[in-house]
């Protein structure tokens, strides 16, 4: 057994005040569909955002697993190549936009106002537009694939002049789903913003907030600031494909380029609006399961605040290729390797945290460990890319694939899982059953590995991504990939498997669900109920 922690444990704070109870009849939602359509409380919608994202990550799983079992063997196996190119799109729109992001906040819904004693998000009717605007939005994504011409099919960058000149009729639709997907985050931004800035409990100062609350704190930041400038490109590409401007059209006077730049001035800001809200959950779980505080607090929320300002100077980088000056090229390497050091503050803090703690291994703590050493080397294969010469060497080939996918989904999409088992008992009540949820985290790390390890090697021998077809050379790294795809892709239905089992029953959860879990949420009865802090906690801060 672990010992327990002694009564000044830095984490530890008094709570005089905490309403759990349900809110009284007159008060109960209204039954069935209305209840969801209309429900303005952040658990609810929480729960609404998480199973609309587990439904698009199996949406956009399915679609990699077309792209998996066409590159199986070389030779064109199943699909044409037309379709294929909107399985690489459709899959990389949809597990990025519908499946990363809206998971995120749904964890930002249920467990914000719980972690600083709010009793509900700031704005919760704009929460609940919030939420609506994505199944619209993705509905309307999905539904290309049926139109005439198919669906998208120019890679989820979407650069001009490809996205623009020569495609399917059904871009402007896909340029309409951006848009509602867009206006959706940039809402949902602004209620975090409002929530954590507004509504924390009396006593409780921005530098007494759980890791979890900084980190979405900056993330909304990151969404409002770069989400306009997505929205602003995209205008531009319906403006050249229906209403004759030149934009991004060399023979109208525009430039390709310039589409790259905008992007990318967006595309790297989303890389850490993705893997922020991660950072957040491994700093909160690993010192749960070390029974430590965490090391360094104060350094990580300055890292954190680092990494957002630098991602807005580094967009370069993802186009080396396209003929930058000497000294363009030479700013965005370095600043991209200087990302590389609040990174690593934040690695030594989670690695310090660990040291000499009584660490258990529960799933959740898996998880996270699995993403501080596998994430970590999506981070070392970031810094060769950085490199601006060896760049062109790998730019567009398989080692790119590798190296974002090591980012994201042992990155983010590990995140994820950690925090659904984490907040299971306080969402249901129950335990997550523990064996099966690590025969879960085995065959995923075992098949992420095996999918995208491959990959590495493949771009290294000149392997170009986005292809239906290949030379034999790279025959037995693809066959690989797509076994260890299929072995990924079918173990996430454990993860369901656990997920309904925990909502059904099982072992019944304390309100401190953990042994060394000391935040605000594990205060309140589990399950949660529908209306928690009605009356505001009294947060005592530490004295150590």
Request: aromatic share 16%; glycine share 8%; net charge neutral.
């Amino acid at each position: 057994m672990a010992p327990k922690l002694p009564p000044t444990h830095p984490l530890e704070h008094s709570v005089t005040t905490v309403a759990g109870s349900q809110a009284p009849a007159h008060h109960a939602p209204p039954r069935g569909i209305l209840r969801w359509l209309l429900t303005t409380n952040h658990k609810e919608i929480g729960s609404l955002y998480l199973i609309f994202s587990l439904i698009m990550f199996f949406i956009g799983g399915i679609f990699a697993l077309v792209i998996r079992a066409e590159l199986f063997q070389p030779g064109l196996q199943l699909v044409n190549p037309e379709f294929f190119n909107q399985m690489t799109t459709m899959h990389g729109l949809i597990m990025v936009f519908a499946a990363v992001m809206p998971a995120f906040t749904g964890l930002a819904n249920w467990m914000i106002p719980l972690q600083i004693g709010a009793p509900d998000m700031a704005l919760p009717r704009l929460n609940n537009f919030s939420f609506w605007l994505l199944p619209v939005a993705f509905t309307l994504l999905l539904s290309t694939l049926f139109m005439p011409g198919g669906g998208p099919n120019f890679g989820w960058t979407f650069y001009a002049p490809l996205s623009t000149t020569y495609a399917p009729p059904s871009t402007t639709f896909f340029i309409l789903a951006l848009h509602i997907a867009g206006i959706s985050s940039i809402l949902g931004a602004i209620n975090i913003i409002a929530t954590i800035l507004n509504m924390r409990a009396p006593g409780m100062r921005m530098m007494d907030m759980p890791l979890f609350v900084w980190t979405w704190l900056i993330t909304a930041f990151l969404l409002i600031a770069v989400m306009p400038v997505l929205a602003g490109v995209i205008t531009m590409m319906l403006m050249d494909i229906n209403f004759g401007t030149s934009f991004f059209s060399a023979a109208g006077g525009g430039d390709p380029v310039l589409f790259q730049h905008l992007f990318w001035f967006f595309g790297h800001p989303e890389v850490y609006i993705m893997i922020l809200p991660a950072f957040g959950i491994v700093s909160v779980i690993i010192p749960t399961f070390a029974r430590k505080p965490l090391f360094g607090y104060p350094s990580m929320v300055y890292a954190t605040a680092s990494i957002a300002l630098l991602s807005f100077m580094v967009w370069a980088h993802h186009m080396f290729v396209v003929g930058l000056p000497l000294a363009a090229e030479l700013f965005f390497m370095y600043s991209t390797m200087l990302i590389a050091v609040p990174t690593g503050v934040k690695i030594f803090n989670w690695i310090t945290t660990l040291f000499r703690g009584s660490i258990s291994f529960e799933s959740p703590m898996l998880f996270s460990l699995a993403f501080v050493v596998l994430f970590t080397i999506g981070g070392f294969s970031g810094l060769m890319l950085a490199i601006s010469p060896a760049d062109f060497q790998y730019h567009d080939t398989y080692f790119v694939v590798a190296h974002f996918h090591y980012v994201l989904v042992p990155g983010a999409v590990f995140a994820i899982m950690a925090a659904a088992y984490y907040w299971l008992p306080k969402w249901t009540g129950h335990y997550p059953n523990e064996r099966l949820a690590q025969w879960h985290f085995w065959l995923s790390v075992i098949g992420v590995n095996l999918t995208f390890f491959p990959m590495h090697f493949a771009g290294l021998a000149g392997m170009p991504r986005r292809i239906p077809d290949y030379a034999l050379q790279f025959a037995d790294f693809n066959m690989l990939s797509s076994i260890g795809a299929f072995l990924f892709g079918f173990s996430q239905l454990l993860f369901v498997l656990v997920v309904v089992l925990c909502v059904r029953g099982g072992k019944k959860a304390p309100a401190q669900a953990w042994e060394g879990a000391w935040d605000l949420e594990w205060t309140v009865p589990s399950p949660a109920p529908l209306h928690t802090f009605e009356t505001p906690p009294d947060f005592k801060r530490p004295t150590l």
